[in-house]
């Protein structure tokens, strides 16, 4: 029996281990709670969720919330069915991250690439931080947030790689550093390491908030805008011409806290590029340069056309996002030659894990649904003034997306918005201003934490968030000060509307 609980979620710590136990016990006995034991064992199955999701870096978050997930149905809170439905309508999100992502990995070189130019060339951090989030705003109104993620989260990967590579196979020269003995060597290296670290937690995190500011403003920023899109009859220039009074102002609110933040070094931001680490990244990108063979410079102009071909044929919705996803792996992959099974294999490697996750996450809405855990907030939004709505709407959306899947909660809110609408207890005008209120509520708010930005736990879960210490806490830290402006700011617009 000892061993099994040391074998038990891995080497995770044990007060950790002893915790899942104990939800895996607590939940059974709140079922049994007469008339309301299943309501309350939902919302504990929630919170038990968000617990594994906060503490990501400890234990991955597939294993205790999937343990958690297989109890529920067992206790009959979801059926398989229902996640079954729940998956199906979050079918396209899937394949986005099953093959978009997969499809990003074959353009890492180009990526590297074009930001290693950008970070050498551009040596103040206010703009290059501000470079990151335009960048990363413009991208994401046309492509999925979780697509953009995966590039910036490619960049920092590329970036750590070249600098761990190049210093742990030197030692820093004397004229570098005279500091005497090997000890302070490597106590200055240490302190480099912990700077670059906080300088590529502080630019991935700008580029993160970036794909929000974008992906609020169009049809294809989000998932749900689609969704929401669709139940209005709205189609591209409509949708962005209806939510600009909102997402423009965001936007500049959103690039200003950009400058205030770092300029005052304020929630771990403000660390710049050791000029060690710029050394050594100039230094491997002249080196790249000057081996770079004609084969690569035509695989470099592949992975560009792929770009320009991925970025006109998600604009105009030439077929679903994954599927766009699949057709850039097999373009780049034929083009360039890659055609052994684990060299394509290990560009799926990174999506996967939390492709699985987002399965189980699903699960969890799945008993959101079927408990009506959310039901009691809607019934009491409709019962305030119309007047009020429009504001109510975006709170409640953006507390619940903190806490739950903006995807599934701007489905909640627009479905019934879409009944009371179709039943004419509201008016056209009326219903396109709650459409607003639902989807600049889903999109804004939810940065303040992982659970309702997928593309943040994209990040926290990625393979970069180790190497540069960004934790589940950091992480909420570092989003605060947009949390505040982007709420603030989008609440006085959709109040104003």
């Known amino acids: 029996m000892s061993s099994l609980f040391y074998n038990f979620l891995g080497n995770s710590p044990v007060w950790y281990k002893k915790s899942i136990i104990g939800f895996l016990i607590l939940n059974p006995l709140l079922v049994m709670i007469p008339d309301v034991g299943y309501t309350v064992a939902g919302w504990a199955l929630i919170v038990e969720f968000i617990f594994t999701l906060a503490l990501a870096l400890k234990c991955y978050p597939l294993q205790p919330g999937g343990l958690l997930v297989l109890e529920a149905i067992v206790l009959g809170l979801t059926s398989p069915e229902a996640v079954k439905t729940e998956i199906m309508a979050n079918f396209e999100v899937i394949l986005l991250l099953m093959f978009m992502v997969a499809g990003i990995y074959f353009m890492k070189g180009l990526l590297l690439f074009i930001f290693t130019k950008l970070l050498l060339r551009v040596r103040s951090k206010i703009v290059l931080s501000l470079t990151f989030s335009i960048m990363a705003a413009i991208l994401s109104a046309f492509l999925d947030a979780l697509t953009v993620t995966a590039v910036i989260i490619a960049v920092g990967v590329g970036f750590y790689s070249v600098y761990h590579k190049v210093a742990s196979g030197r030692q820093y020269h004397h004229h570098d550093h005279d500091h005497g003995d090997d000890a302070s060597l ?86 710049k590029l050791p000029e060690v680490v710029y050394s050594i990244l100039k230094e491997y990108d002249e080196h790249q340069a000057k081996k770079r063979t004609k084969n690569q410079v035509t695989q470099l102009w592949i992975q560009g056309a792929a770009a320009v071909f991925l970025v006109i044929a998600l604009a105009l919705h030439l077929a679903p996002v994954g599927l766009i996803g699949l057709t850039i792996i097999v373009l780049q992959t034929a083009l360039n030659g890659i055609t052994e099974e684990h060299q394509i294999g290990h560009a799926f490697e990174e999506a996967l894990p939390f492709t699985s996750l987002l399965v189980v996450f699903f699960a969890v809405v799945a008993v959101i649904h079927d408990q009506h855990l959310f039901t009691p907030i809607i019934d009491w939004v409709f019962a305030q003034s119309v007047q009020a709505q429009p504001l109510i709407m975006f709170f409640a959306n953006g507390l619940l997306s903190v806490i739950s899947d903006n995807v599934f909660v701007a489905t909640v809110y627009i479905n019934e918005v879409k009944a009371a609408y179709d039943a004419g207890n509201i008016t056209k005008e009326h219903f396109e201003l709650l459409a607003v209120a639902v989807n600049t509520g889903t999109n804004l708010p939810s940065v303040a934490t992982p659970n309702g930005q997928a593309a943040f736990l994209f990040l926290l879960t990625s393979a970069i968030a180790p190497l540069i210490r960004l934790s589940y806490g950091k992480m909420v830290v570092m989003a605060l000060p947009y949390t505040i402006v982007l709420t603030v700011v989008g609440a006085v617009c959709v109040a104003s509307l």
């Open 186 to 271: 490597h106590e200055h290296m240490r302190e480099d390491l912990e700077t670059f670290r906080g300088f590529l937690r502080s630019l991935l995190m700008h580029g993160a908030v970036g794909t929000a500011l974008g992906g609020v403003a169009t049809l294809v920023g989000e998932p749900q805008n689609l969704l929401i899109a669709e139940k209005v009859g709205w189609d591209f220039i409509t949708f962005f011409m209806h939510v600009a009074p909102v997402s423009i102002p965001v936007l500049i609110a959103g690039l200003a806290t950009v400058v205030v933040v770092e300029k005052f070094r304020l929630f771990g931001y403000g660390n």
